[in-house]
């Protein structure tokens, strides 16, 4: 009889016994999880030869080695991710931890106090209280940034811009994140030329009076959340070396076509403003007003600097920031200090809810990387932003400022859209990590102006006003109810009742993913702006070292315009053994889908919409 086994000893030959090998002598890396510390540095500093260092795992999984199944789809219904996206959550949360104390996007930047007056009564669309009477004026703050890259790069270079503007109303604090694009720029006597364009895309809902005609373009790189920290990892500094990726910046572009639309705009004129004050903010996302009477519409936010736009040429912005890498943050601070009111006006874009629809539309309101075009939605003026007043110290009032798109108030909610969904969770969540859960406490963030601050929220680090103050700290109890249904969220319907990772995005995979874009190019941008573009991007191309990435982004550009890829490519000093333009041509056909699953394509009837229901939804 064989002698009687220990039960782990049968576990681990059961174990190596199905996959033939032994769990301790495994050849692949496993990024290294299978090694000591030891191990690590005596190959790092040179001391152990031939060690293996780079991942050659057969799959990439989360970090419970559970399989990834797609780099561009959340889990969602009706195109809404879930918070049962395991692999989606834990992305974003790692990476909004993987840096201490800096923020991990927008870390440079400067901001100042003011006030916002509502100007327009737009009570029949919103029951916001502090958007309930003209005249009305409450407390802001707003903080201006750029996107990528440490505290201190210099403010001038090219990078995304973005600002924040914190309201202090009387039902609590509501942040507004948005994305500050300066306009191109044209010649008066080309405004007959384009109207159609200029009707559909521009700033200014009266062009013919003014000599600057201002673009909307709120668009992002991105519109799934599961992308969110590829695209900013995609311009950050390369982790081997520090130094700045160009090969990631144009990769991820030359794999993701809808990130083009942006793309076009950050290596034009666009990605280098004159300073924070002297450009025009626009929210990239979709937005609900709910009125009183529970009905709603969804909107944009444009806030139009009333002191005009300017913007720097690619060598302007260069000598600027070797001469001040402080330029926006003295702009700012210098001109409130000379007593200067610094004013935007506030528009917004209205949709109705049986609007919404890329198949009536022929866009989707809901993507972020597709603009809603002026000509069917114009602009209307609810207000006016004013900042008027410097911080008193930088640290306290600017650094430890904290934002979520998640704050809203009574009267402004979410839409499906996507990458808006999950940033009222994940900028919630990067400032609990960065400041901590008590930053309500930061008198920057403290709804001061609120009519009651009583939060069922107790206990964390640094906890030091009256905490519960008395409150239970569970609910329902029988002690105190004070909850309010009337400011409970409008209901609307999503695409499907499906959970999964398809796709719901409208122009996935289709040669349309480039039409605004090609609107820009094509038929707005004046011959030196486009001449800026390439001189622009093939500048910051020439720094690529692998021939295929090149290839794959002057596909990308192909597909909006041919001329667009070509001068680019003219302009471009390769590092490389040259390729001939064909090459390029050939690529374009397929740039569309690349890296998106042919399995998880959207349906027709798959697309995102939000209709209201057809009668009350909640009981009355």
């Known amino acids: 009889m064989d002698k009687l086994q220990h039960p782990l000893q049968a576990t681990a030959m059961a174990i190596q016994g199905s996959n033939g090998e032994s769990r301790g002598t495994r050849m692949s890396h496993m990024m290294g999880a299978n090694e000591g510390p030891m191990d690590i540095i005596s190959k790092v500093s040179g001391a152990t030869q031939g060690g293996k260092r780079e991942d050659d795992g057969p799959y990439f999984t989360n970090n419970e080695g559970i399989p990834l199944p797609d780099p561009a789809h959340s889990k969602n219904i009706g195109g809404i991710p879930l918070v049962s996206d395991v692999h989606l959550l834990q992305k974003q949360q790692h990476f909004n931890r993987s840096k201490n104390l800096e923020r991990m996007v927008h870390p440079c930047g400067s901001g100042a106090f003011g006030y916002f007056e509502t100007t327009k009564d737009v009570t029949d669309m919103t029951k916001a209280n502090f958007l309930s009477a003209v005249g009305e004026k409450t407390p802001i703050f707003i903080r201006f940034s750029t996107v990528t890259l440490g505290r201190e790069f210099p403010d001038e270079a090219r990078n995304p811009r973005g600002f924040a503007i914190k309201f202090y109303t009387k039902e609590g604090n509501y942040d507004i994140v948005i994305l500050p694009q300066p306009p191109f720029w044209l010649p008066k006597r080309k405004i007959a030329e384009n109207s159609y364009i200029l009707a559909v895309l521009t700033g200014s809902d009266q062009p013919e009076t003014s000599f600057t005609v ?103 912005a260069i000598r600027i920031c070797g001469e001040d890498p402080d330029y926006s943050k003295r702009q700012l601070w210098e001109a409130i200090e000379q007593g200067k009111e610094i004013e935007w006006t506030a528009n917004v874009q209205v949709m109705q809810a049986n609007e919404a629809d890329a198949e009536k539309l022929g866009f989707d309101p809901f993507d972020v990387t597709k603009i809603w075009p002026r000509e069917q939605f114009p602009m209307q003026e609810f207000g006016r932003l004013v900042l008027n007043k410097n911080p008193e110290n930088f640290h306290r009032d600017v650094e430890q400022a904290a934002f979520s798109p998640g704050s809203m108030v009574p009267g402004i909610e979410d839409s499906p859209d996507p990458l ?85 995005y409208y122009h996935e995979g289709k040669i349309s993913e480039y039409t605004q874009a090609r609107e820009l190019y094509k038929r707005v941008m004046s011959d030196e702006q486009r001449k800026n573009l390439h001189s622009n991007t093939a500048k910051m191309l020439s720094h690529v070292n692998y021939p295929t990435i090149a290839k794959k982004y002057l596909a990308q550009i192909y597909n909006i315009a041919p001329e667009y890829s070509q001068g680019v490519y003219d302009l471009t000093k390769m590092k490389y053994e040259p390729f001939e333009f064909s090459e390029v041509e050939q690529l374009s056909k397929d740039a569309p889908g690349w890296y998106k699953e042919p399995m998880l394509r959207p349906s027709m009837d798959g697309r995102l919409v939000g209709y209201a229901p057809e009668q009350p939804f909640y009981h009355v």
Not at 239 to 251: G, I, R, S
Not at 433 to 445: A, E, T
Not at 473 to 496: C, I, L
């Open 214 to 316: 201002g673009l909307n373009f709120p668009v992002f790189f991105c519109r799934d959340p599961i992308q969110g920290p590829d695209v900013i990892r995609s311009q950050a500094r390369n982790p081997k070396n520090f130094l700045l990726d160009y090969d990631a910046t144009f990769d991820l572009l030359g794999c993701s076509a809808e990130g083009n639309h942006a793309g076009l705009m950050f290596f034009s004129d666009h990605g280098t403003p004159d300073g924070w004050i002297n450009e025009h903010g626009y929210g990239c996302h979709t937005f609900k007003w709910a009125n009183a009477q529970g009905q709603f519409v969804y909107i944009k936010y444009h806030f139009i600097a009333k002191h005009g736009q300017k913007q720097l040429t690619g060598p302007e």
């Open 420 to 504: 808006l969904q999950f940033r009222m969770f994940f900028y919630r969540d990067a400032q609990y990590h960065r400041i901590g859960v008590n930053l309500h406490q930061v008198p920057v963030n403290c709804p001061f102006m609120s009519g009651s601050l009583s939060s069922l929220n107790f206990d964390g680090p640094m906890r030091v006003d009256a905490n519960h103050a008395g409150n239970k700290q569970y609910a329902p109890n029988s002690f105190a109810h004070k909850f309010r249904p009337d400011v409970a969220e409008a209901p609307y319907k999503v695409a499907d009742n499906v959970v999964s990772r398809k796709s719901h």
